[in-house]
């Protein structure tokens, strides 16, 4: 993700949807498969019956399962959704409930509503839900609780950020719970969200330090819990991904230093660290320091990240990096799949 300036007029919605691989507005087609279903915050991973693309007939070993995986896909097909009753939208929340997909809150214009649709892929029809009692700016973090979606923050329009309390949109019975104020010292403009276990963990920057704080829906209870990063660093941006009971978050950050008239030297790096237990530790390792790490995906066993760009601080730009790997989480140093992915 490179450290895209912010321009005028809704410039920087549309640079932080770049940088978030986030599309502009809600899903418009449908792959149906058949695959089986994907629970919700499972990135499509589910696990194969006896009778699935992934088992070999008659109960023999199983097949690869990214080649049970791509015969899913290839068997599937493509269908137009119906127009959404939202109408355009730049950053909403788009989240998946395990029966149907929300679209909530973004820019229309130069306003941000808040309200919201539901998408029942049962009967191909969208309906309006009750709208978010909170601010839902562009760029909103979302996570799914297990029962409730959890919104939070984002950007608004006239360049403030919202917050600082989340919605908790219930799905069976169509109402939005407010949570307390978040313990955050000021808005954070990007943040992210993760499930870990029972908790909500929202982390953001906010004047270049990671601000971290989990949410405990039982409870209704915020905990503050910033990592300790060097003061050397100054954040820009962070990654972040629940895997195997703790957090892992990345700490990208970037500085300059005056090293004589009219010159200045660019430092910057990132930093890896692992939250377990209510305890950071460091687990950078060999991570490679000058590469992007857009948002990753914990699929059981392996953290995957995808290609991103240089990362030099404020003077990020675009370049063919490989896909990365995680073998166990909290090692960071586990992630050569360069090699690999080269031949």
């Known amino acids: 993700m490179s450290m895209m300036p912010p321009a005028d007029g809704l410039t920087p919605g549309l640079a932080g949807l770049a940088r978030r691989g986030a599309a502009a507005g809600v899903c418009v087609a449908l792959l149906a498969v058949g695959c089986g279903s994907a629970g919700p915050g499972s990135h499509g991973r589910s696990g194969p019956s006896a009778a699935s693309a992934g088992a070999t007939p008659g109960g023999g070993r199983q097949a690869n399962p ?62 309006r839900i009750a709208p978010a009692p909170v601010p839902v700016g562009a760029l909103a973090a979302s996570v799914w609780t297990g029962s409730r979606l959890f919104v939070f923050g984002g950007q608004l329009p006239d360049g403030t950020t919202a917050g600082p309390a989340a919605g908790l949109y219930d799905p069976a019975s169509g109402r939005w719970a407010v949570t307390a104020a978040a313990p955050f010292s000021t808005g954070l403009p990007l943040p992210v969200a993760v499930r870990a276990g029972r908790l909500v963990v929202v982390a953001g920057v906010a004047d270049s330090r990671v601000e971290v704080a989990s949410y405990d829906p039982a409870t209704g209870r915020w905990r503050r819990q910033d990592p300790p990063l060097p003061a050397a660093h100054p954040a820009l941006d962070i ?31 990132i930093d890896v660290l692992a939250l377990a ?13 000058h590469q992007t790490v857009p948002p990753p995906l914990f699929t ?6 995808p290609p991103g760009q240089i990362w030099c601080g404020a003077c990020s730009h675009p370049t063919g990096g490989a896909a990365r790997v995680l073998g166990r989480p909290g090692h960071a140093a586990d992630h050569p799949l360069a090699a690999r992915a080269a031949r």
């Not at 959404?84 to 929340?93: E, H, I, N, T, Y």
């Not at 895997?243 to 200045?264: D, K, M, Y």
């Not at 237990?277 to 320091?289: L, S």
């Not at 059981?300 to 990240?305: A, D, E, F, R």
């Open 66 to 127: 990214a080649a049970a995986a791509a015969a899913g896909l290839a068997r599937g097909r493509w269908s137009v959704l119906a127009a959404l009753p939202l109408g355009r939208r730049q950053g909403p929340v788009v989240a998946w409930t395990g029966r149907e997909l929300l679209e909530i809150g973004g820019w229309a214009g130069h306003a941000a509503p808040g309200d919201g649709a539901a998408f029942d892929p049962a009967d191909g029809r969208w309906r």
């Open 300 to 305: 059981g066993s392996k953290i995957l990240v």
């Open 277 to 289: 237990g209510g305890r950071w530790r460091d687990v950078t390792g060999g991570w490679p320091q």
């Open 239 to 269: 990654a972040m991904v629940a895997a195997a009971g703790q957090v892992i978050l990345w700490s990208l950050w970037g500085r300059t230093q005056q090293t004589g008239p009219g010159s200045f030297t660019g430092y910057s790096g």
